[in-house]
């Protein structure tokens, strides 16, 4: 059943107040036409809550707006939804990223995640190639998609939105994997469904390493915003080996927006439920606004917490990765790095849920500390145990 305006209804009494259900909800594809955003295709969601979100088809299909009844969830930041085309992707010394680096999902790969690398190439068994310089975060993101579809889809009483496309990072005697996603939002919820395969396509035994830059604005973040997850141990924070409250910003409470703020980056071990589900939110107690983002543990071993709390910049970093923070050098030297042969393949499944009120972020809040109560203190002493991490 749908759920719309207080009442639940069935499809035939949805049928019976409109001539179409884009009145209520829908995706349809639109496309970008000024500045730097010109020509990119996006899809544009709305449930019929409230949630409105769009995907960029010419970005890997990844989420850049995303609001709830006008209030923002998603962060823009000054670089915009910036066109592929302009993008460099070995600019700025491997920091060009940033230039095209803006919305609430980012996602980042498929070969390669976290700062510059350069890594041998013998893989690829191609005399020339002698290794592989990788740019922060891959390159997967700046990559268009070829779409495959868009709709809705009517399951009996439940409407389904979706869209699927396909995202190619491939080269001659190097890697050839796609990724296919698709996402769906059912009609009358709060929730945006995201369903990731990596496939390598090719025949060469290719690294794989993943990671969703998830980056939540004001005012979602705002001074008095909590980061509440299931925290077991702090793992490693960036800043730690300086002065670790220099900054006077902890891993739990949030400040307002910080003149010459440097960003901070934390690892968090964390517990999950008999699922292997893994729930962490940024919630706006002081407005009953929130979003929670749960991820499986198994598919993401390991969970980032960014801060960029610089004036104009403004935002926090949910990121569930394959890997701990140090990268694919101490992925390989751990025997922890994901090799993908001819046909083989990774699945990823979240859900990004929009807290809309007071009593669906208390739920959330409850909901994460049944499963592991974080620690109490904004800078507890980080451990350094990373945990090994084992592949099923």
Known sequence: MVSLYGQVRSRRDVAAHTGSLSQFAGVRLMTLGDGVERGVRL???????????????????????????GRAVGWHSPSGFRHPGLHEYEGEGGLGWFRSFSGLLVTCGLDHILFMDEDAADHYVYGPRTGVKSSLHGRIGTIPARLTGYGERWDGDDCWLWAEGVVQQSTVFGEDLHLIRRIEAKVGTDEIRLHDRVVNH??????????????????????????????????????????YRKQGVGYRTLPGPRRDFHEQVWQHEMGADAASRVPVALVNEAIGFGLEVETDKRQFPAMYEWQNLQQGHYALGIEPSTNHVFGKPFAKRRDELIWLEHGEEKHYDS???ILPDAASVAASVARIQAIARQPDAD????????RPIVRG
Request: proline fraction near 6%.
């Open 43 to 69: 899809l544009e969601f709305r449930t019929g809550t409230g949630l409105r979100f769009t995907v960029l088809v010419d970005r890997a299909m990844d989420i850049a707006d995303c609001e709830h009844n």
């Open 202 to 243: 090719g025949f060469y035994r290719t690294p794989h390493m993943y990671c969703y830059h998830i980056n939540v604005g004001h005012p979602v973040l705002a001074e008095g915003s909590r980061y509440v997850a299931p925290i077991r141990d702090v793992v490693w924070a960036s800043h730690a080996g300086d002065d």
């Open 351 to 353: 859900v990004f849920r």
């Open 379 to 386: 800078y507890p002493v980080p451990s350094g145990d990373f």
